[in-house]
């Protein structure tokens, strides 16, 4: 994710991004609380971003604010929100993306798919960390704008492991609620075997302000890990709690699962392990 908050922000200069940030007199931009995303085309300059805006407009029913838009870069606001989505005629350099996308289970040969990108599109709100639901909602919204309205194979956002299929991701945003949000959009899920149990841990939680979750060793199946893990991101996401050491939580009345925080197993520093 360093890296890509680096490339994103060499964008932004060279691509004088920041001539209409002077404009604001509050403007500023929080690596630490940047949603990246890099939405994956076929083929180069397939985004259409008067169509884009008119979705966000029709679709989604945003007032799209002060657009200043052509073929490179286009800077619009939604809601106080100001977003810069740039157009990059070159795929993502490295093997970031290949590697991330063999990690992603529900993108079968997604890394075979995902790295026959020849272009992407930067997508960022610069003004960011306010709100972190409502924040990932927006950016759900106009990554399925620009997927729409562009030859796009998928999205990458490397700060959270996830590389999705364009198919997956937006049908996920179709269906999101105020009481169904899109996780597996937001939310990484790693997954591990050994030593005879079963492990799962989340990536991406501390970017709503919370602590990864860890399930170490576990006796139980993962598809009961995953449903499990799920379930409760969703509660922490959805209801902003914050769980503590010490405490019990369960997904029925009779379900007490024991909460320690202890250093992490799969992730560096401390996680919140459940005990199942």
Known sequence: MKNSVKILLI??????????????????INSEKLILGMILLKENNSMEIDKVISELKEKWKFKVENAETDN???????????????????PIPG???KTTAKFNYFWENGDI?????KGHIILTIIN???DPVT???LFTKLATSIMNNSNALGIY???RTLALEKDFYTENAEMMTDQDLPIYNWIYFGMNKENGGNSIYSYGLADFGKLEMEIVNSKH?????????????????????ILKDGETIGMSETQKLKLSITKGKYLEGKTLKIEY
């Not at 870069?73 to 005629?89: G, Q």
């Not at 199946?221 to 902003?240: C, G, K, W």
């Open 95 to 97: 093997d970031e993306v």
């Open 135 to 137: 924040e990932n909602v």
């Open 221 to 241: 199946p993962m598809d009961e890990l995953q449903e499990l893990m799920f379930n409760l991101t969703h509660y922490i996401v959805a209801s902003n709690v």
């Open 113 to 117: 798919e995902a790295t026959s990108h």
């Open 72 to 90: 490179e870069t286009s800077i619009i606001e939604i809601n106080d929100y100001r977003i810069a989505i740039v157009n990059m005629p070159v």
């Open 157 to 159: 956002i490397g700060g």
């Open 11 to 28: 964008l932004i200069i060279t691509m004088g991004l920041f001539s209409f940030l002077k404009k604001e007199k509050k403007a500023e």
């Open 128 to 130: 960011g960390g306010k």
